[in-house]
């Protein structure tokens, strides 16, 4: 299997590729390829980090060419990683508008290289921000079912590591997802959540113990909320030790948050997500995990079909997303993701791309 990293050289590239050959997921016989942008810094880089690679891996790495042109991406995974980031350090004013106009020329070029010159069953896992902007530009071009943006998939780990710490065990006892939009606006599906080893009564009463009595009605206002009071703090060990007490669907958006904002980058935890999705990928079976699709109908929300770019549980498997997994949900649940469903679909269509 060929896999190939569009924006290999920014920091979350880097760690995928790192990640793929250190953990054996491309064997010798398979490729990486690693994209640069022509006539950028990465032109030059992405030569650099493919000597790097091997300097490091020789004697497990794949083979590893270079591409600096998007009509030269071919490979049976494509993970998108390119274009601006987020800025870190507090201070820093995150302007996702202005995020989308810039990156969304950089998706429509990729995206439509890819449909005029790749194989026509590439799985795509997108990584770049606004990940359901370029879910939407990649799915419109490709198909839907071929799309995956794996911040959904990020949010439910974030979300099953907190849980498991504060219970204080292992993330693997813990299953549960993440739907709806990647960060802030993401929407904690307490009713999937399960313990490995405990039945239904014992489960019921943990997360009763865990959520208390909030429900999600109030879960945007208690981000905000938290947001400001760990920014009060000028001492960073302090801020995080303030997130320790939250519970943990709120820890798992403001953890990121404060990682961020102290200068730090989430790029370790990004990348590891993102290998568990390309692994997931080349597994051969379907596996349930959460991400970023283009829905068309697949699930109701607000009694109606839904369409639009959307985190939700599906099985995933070589060809891509081939089912939602997600059973009745919570009235509460319900409802906040057929809120951040249509501030979803606004926003693609202030950003372009829809079309």
């Known amino acids: 299997m060929d896999v190939a990293i569009i924006g290999a050289t920014g920091d979350v590239g880097r760690a995928v590729c790192s990640d793929l050959i250190e953990h054996g997921e491309l064997g010798a016989g398979s490729r990486l390829q690693l994209v640069g942008r022509a006539g950028g810094s990465s032109e030059a880089a992405v030569h650099g980090l493919r000597v790097d690679l091997i300097d490091a891996y020789d004697e497990k790495a794949p083979h590893i060419d270079v591409a600096t042109s998007p009509d030269d991406v071919v490979a049976d995974v494509v993970v998108v990683a390119a274009g601006r980031t987020i800025p870190t350090g507090t201070g820093q004013t995150i302007d996702r508008d202005r995020l989308a106009a810039d990156n969304r020329i950089v998706f429509e070029q990729y995206a439509d290289s890819l449909a005029r010159h790749g194989s026509g069953h590439e799985v795509v896992i997108v990584v770049s921000n606004p990940v359901e902007l370029a879910v939407e530009v990649f799915a419109r071009r490709l198909g839907h079912h071929r799309v995956i943006g794996m911040g959904a998939w990020l949010d439910t780990l974030r979300f099953r590591r907190e849980i498991a710490a504060t219970l204080g065990i292992r993330r693997q006892r813990v299953s549960g997802f993440v739907a709806g939009q990647h960060g802030d606006r993401m929407v904690p599906l307490w009713s ?49 030790g303030m997130v320790d007490a939250f519970p943990p669907d709120l820890q798992a958006v403001i953890r990121p948050y404060l990682t961020h904002t102290s200068g730090a980058k989430t790029a370790n935890g990004t990348a590891s997500a993102t290998v568990d999705l390309i692994r997931t990928v080349l597994d051969g079976r379907d596996i349930v995990v959460a991400g970023q699709v283009l829905l068309d109908g697949e699930i109701e929300l607000g009694g109606m079909p839904w369409r639009g770019v959307l985190g939700v549980p599906v099985a995933v498997g070589p060809e891509g997303w081939t089912r939602v997994m997600l059973d009745d949900l919570a009235p509460d649940e319900s409802r906040l993701l057929w809120e951040v469903g249509q501030a979803i679909n606004e926003a693609i269509v202030a950003w372009g791309g829809g079309r």
């Open 192 to 240: 999937t959540v399960r313990l490995r080893g405990l039945d239904a009564d014992e489960r019921l009463e943990i997360v009763e113990r865990l959520r208390g009595d909030r429900t999600l009605a109030s879960f945007a206002s208690e981000i905000a909320t938290a947001k400001a009071h760990v920014t009060t703090q000028t001492d960073m060990a302090a801020a995080f």
